[in-house]
């Protein structure tokens, strides 16, 4: 079995360490690395594919678990070239499409116990064999139930072996050696609630996908994934102003839900797909309150998609609690010449963070 939840830990204190997120229409990565007891970042960088907005069908990867492996790889490749990264050793992100998981409640048992439970639990929920999956888990609570009797929740994750096979070649290709491979909503719950214990709702728009998470003290509770992002959105304005699609990117970016007098229609336009996306958000949100003795406390906004202007407080007003901006970056040490440019694509930049950030801890 690829241990994808714990191979890192043979990494601890050699050096730096690599996070590499892959999404449907860009990879981004990012090299940290410990100076004087702190993670500092060294590198980084991103490589945009903009051919998803013009062809729908042109993603890196898709949710049918599509990864364009030569493609990709030399994507890596040309990213590495513009970098000056130190190792090779890399640790890579899986999209929520590509695996099963699962919030379980159990009693508390052993260690070998509940090694047993979680493989007959993975039979029961997994729709494939188990010889053709790899499965881990993370136990992320405890609690007394009215009878006082202990139980445990449990993460459970199980990737197609297959899947796991493709970004091993994958990263081959491009020079680099794959040493774990870790769900993303696993990386941006460590990264942007390590510490804290607010629940708290993530919601990770990305180009062709948004990821909604669950998560607290840096652990991920429940996550799912819908094929609705930020480029669904510049889609509609692009088709209903008969614009180019990248010109509708820009105008998304530039004027968001802030658009004023003529330029009102944008905001107009953007409306319905951006309520798609918050219903969502709300199935998901009242699903896990109902099912798993907790109450959401925050939503925090990530991904590239999150930078659309008056977002957080049209989600606010929607939810009635607390709607922050993601912060990746104000987790490490950073260069002061690069502050100003972090700032603003800090949210996009979580899930590589997240990934980089699992050696320090």
Same mark, same amino acid.
């Given at each position: /079995? $690829?241990? $994808?939840?714990? +191979?890192?830990?043979?990494?601890? #204190?050699? #050096? +730096?360490s690599l996070g590499v997120d892959i999404g449907t229409a860009s990879i981004k990565m990012v090299e940290l690395a410990q100076v004087n007891g702190k993670p500092t970042l060294k590198n980084y960088g991103i490589l945009e594919s903009y051919g998803h907005l013009e062809r729908p069908?042109?993603?890196? *990867?898709? &949710?049918? @678990?599509?990864?364009?492996?030569?493609?990709?790889g030399d994507l890596l490749k040309l990213l590495l070239k513009n970098l000056n990264i130190t190792t090779t050793d890399a640790v890579a992100s899986l999209p929520t499409f590509s695996s099963f998981?699962?919030? @379980?409640?159990?009693?508390?048992? &052993? %260690?070998?116990?509940?090694? *047993?439970? /979680?493989?007959?639990q993975a039979k029961a929920f997994v729709p494939m064999p188990i010889s053709e999956i790899s499965i881990d888990w993370l136990p992320v609570g405890e609690y007394d139930d009215d009878k006082g009797l202990k139980h445990q929740q449990i993460f @459970?994750? +199980?990737? %197609?072996?297959? *899947?796991?096979?493709?970004?091993?070649?994958? $990263?081959?290709?491009? #020079?680099?050696?794959l040493k774990a491979l870790e769900i993303e909503g696993l990386s941006i719950a460590r990264i942007l609630t390590m510490g804290d214990p607010t629940t708290t709702l993530i919601v990770d728009i990305g180009a062709r996908s948004t990821t909604f998470s669950i998560a607290e003290r840096g652990l991920l509770k429940q996550t799912a994934q819908i094929d609705w992002g930020g480029g669904s959105i510049a889609q509609v304005i692009a088709s209903s102003l008969n614009i180019n699609i990248r010109r509708a990117e820009e105008l998304k970016r530039q004027k968001g839900l802030l658009a004023m007098g003529g330029e009102q229609e944008l &905001?107009? @336009?953007? /409306? %319905?797909?951006?309520?798609?996306i918050l219903n969502e958000v709300v199935r998901f949100k009242d699903n896990y309150e109902k099912n798993y003795r907790g109450k959401v406390e925050r939503i925090m906004l990530a991904g590239g998609g999150s930078s659309l202007a008056g977002l957080e407080k049209y989600v606010g007003d929607q939810f009635k609690i607390p709607v922050v901006k993601a912060d990746p970056f104000s987790k490490i040490v950073c260069p002061l010449e690069t502050e100003p440019t972090i700032k603003d694509i800090g949210p996009s930049f979580s899930v590589a963070l997240g990934l980089s950030m699992r050696q320090f801890i």
């Open positions: /079995m $690829f241990d $994808f939840l714990n +191979s890192v830990k043979s990494l601890a #204190g050699k #050096g +730096s069908n042109d993603a890196i *990867q898709t &949710s049918t @678990l599509k990864v364009l492996e030569k493609e990709t998981t699962t919030l @379980l409640d159990v009693p508390v048992m &052993s %260690p070998k116990e509940t090694a *047993q439970a /979680m493989e007959y @459970l994750v +199980s990737v %197609p072996n297959e *899947q796991v096979r493709k970004y091993k070649r994958i $990263f081959k290709i491009a #020079g680099l050696n &905001s107009t @336009l953007m /409306m %319905p797909m951006l309520d798609a």
